[in-house]
């Protein structure tokens, strides 16, 4: 425990952002429903409670979602006093909270694989693998955020959806927030879009409030004022996050991407998304393979418990949508930026980042 808290205080003197955090022997997290009217937050040490968080999308981000894999399993560990079975069963559970986000699936296998090696020192080989885990998250942010603010350039206004930043990743500014917020450390001059992103509005509750709070200049439009915005040449980048990429480079994000990678390719607007080599799934080979979330359609008849429409409309939310490869000018990870064709360029990637791709 001494090595997690140790690396908790680390991460509080750098001033992160941080979704998830452990101390005093408990975990903590951020209500990212409430964010930004109330900063509530939540305490556990039961990975039950941790599931349920992520499931209803009280932590929410796939890069946040990926590092509850490893805390669930470091919570189970703890709870169980190194129960093996009960650490496995937690390893299912916490992979059925959410389908899309790869980064919680692979997490969680790194984890178990390391609480299944022999021994009997389980609880700190699996703290140990935490702190390495959080650790690597955070240097991803990094530098996928200078490899991406290569891609900037002074006076751009950059278009993002949903929220991809601090509290989405590992307290800096997760992938495609990292990318501007390294574009402005360097002293750019620039202007970011943030789509409110219908129905959970992350982009207006929570990449607005990470943006004010990084002194980053931007504007709040609705999600269907991007095409017109890019058709007045107002848009120069758009820059997402992705849940998942395909070994061909399709990728998965937030319901909406599409739309804007649509209008992007249509008014020569490079479209960019921002993410690490651990969120490339070379299991999957293409979008079509990839499992789109569905979330229940009260979701979008009703908004924070009030509705929105009338008694008994039938809605539809699936939660993702699939961008294919050619409407990506590149794929900006902790390596480099990746550009077509990507099957062979991924795979490269693959070759360069090592075992936990
Ligand atoms: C969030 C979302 C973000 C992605 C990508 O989905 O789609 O755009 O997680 O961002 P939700 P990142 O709010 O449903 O979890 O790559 O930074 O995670």
């Excluded at 003197?13 to 022997?25: D, G, I, K, M, S």
């Excluded at 559970?93 to 020192?121: C, F, I, Y």
Aim: charged share 25%; aromatic share 6%; proline share 3%.
């Amino acid at each position: 425990m001494q090595r997690i808290e140790e690396l908790v205080r680390s991460f509080q003197e750098q001033e992160l952002l941080l979704p998830v955090w452990f101390e005093n022997e408990k975990l903590h997290f951020i209500d990212q429903k409430k964010l930004p009217f109330e900063s509530d937050v939540s305490s556990t040490k039961d990975v039950n409670e941790l599931a349920l968080a992520v499931k209803n999308m009280t932590i929410r981000g796939s890069g946040a979602i990926g590092t509850c894999g490893a805390w669930g399993i470091y919570l189970a560990a703890l709870q169980s006093n190194g129960d093996l079975k009960t650490i496995l069963n937690a390893g299912t559970l916490l992979k059925q909270t959410r389908p899309t986000a790869v980064n919680l699936m692979k997490t969680v296998d790194e984890m178990l694989s390391v609480a299944k090696e022999e021994g009997e020192d389980l609880i700190d080989r699996v703290e140990q693998k935490t702190v390495e885990i959080l650790e690597r998250q955070l240097a991803f942010e990094h530098e996928l955020g200078r490899n991406g603010a290569e891609m900037i350039e002074d006076g751009d206004a950059i278009l993002t959806h949903c929220h991809s930043g601090a509290l989405a990743g590992s307290g800096y500014g997760g992938r495609a927030l990292s990318v501007i917020r390294k574009a402005h450390e360097q002293g750019k001059s620039i202007h970011v879009y943030t789509c409110e992103t219908r129905p959970y509005l992350q982009g207006a509750r929570i990449t607005a409030y990470e943006l004010k709070k990084f002194g980053i200049p931007h504007t709040l439009i609705t999600d269907n004022m991007s095409g017109y915005l890019m058709s007045q040449g107002k848009v120069q980048k758009v820059v997402v996050g992705s849940d998942r990429v395909a070994g061909n480079g399709d990728l998965a994000n937030k319901i909406g991407t599409y739309m804007h990678a649509l209008a992007a390719k249509a008014n020569g607007v490079p479209f960019y998304t921002a993410t690490s080599s651990h969120t490339i799934d070379h299991d999957v080979e293409a979008g079509r393979d990839i499992e789109v979330e569905f979330r229940d359609a009260s979701e979008v008849t009703s908004f924070q418990n009030r509705p929105i429409a009338p008694e008994g409309t039938h809605a539809l939310y699936p939660s993702f949508d699939i961008t294919p490869n050619d409407l990506i000018a590149g794929i900006i990870t902790e390596k480099g930026v990746m550009v077509a064709p990507y099957t062979s360029t991924l795979q490269n990637l693959r070759a360069t980042a090592g075992s936990r791709v």
